[in-house]
């Protein structure tokens, strides 16, 4: 079963910065992954950023100029750099992934960003 192994969440104060990391398998049987998505408290879960195979990258309106996302592809992982943070970036944090064959929508287990006013 493939998993998605996500770190770096955490408690900051409203104009800090944290970094989260999502590792996943590579290889044939391995993922593709394509980004980070977040789920606030009563709120569907909504993209934060994307990106391509190409090192493209796309951003919600709502974090562009302060998060970053970017990848490792020998390491298979993906991050994305948040800075300048505010109390609605509040949120469970998810990493997005495609199998490599069958193309499944995978998702990381979930880290929690709290961010203090």
């Known amino acids: 079963q493939v998993q998605l192994v996500e770190s770096g969440g955490g408690l900051v104060q409203a104009g800090g910065s944290l970094t989260l990391s999502c590792a996943g398998p590579?290889?044939?049987?391995?993922?593709?992954?394509k980004g980070w998505y977040r789920q606030a408290p009563g709120k569907q879960r909504e993209l934060v950023a994307r990106?391509?195979?190409?090192?493209?990258?796309n951003y919600a309106d709502s974090v562009k100029g302060r998060f970053t996302i970017s990848r490792d592809n020998a390491k298979n992982t993906v991050y994305l750099q948040m800075s300048s943070l505010k109390p609605e970036d509040t949120a469970v944090y998810y990493c997005?992934?495609?199998?490599?064959?069958?193309?499944?929508?995978?998702w990381g287990q979930g880290t929690q960003v709290t961010v203090s006013s």
């Open positions: 590579g290889g044939i049987f391995g993922v593709n992954l």
């Open positions: 997005n992934a495609e199998g490599v064959v069958d193309h499944y929508d995978y």
């Open positions: 990106i391509n195979s190409g090192g493209g990258t």
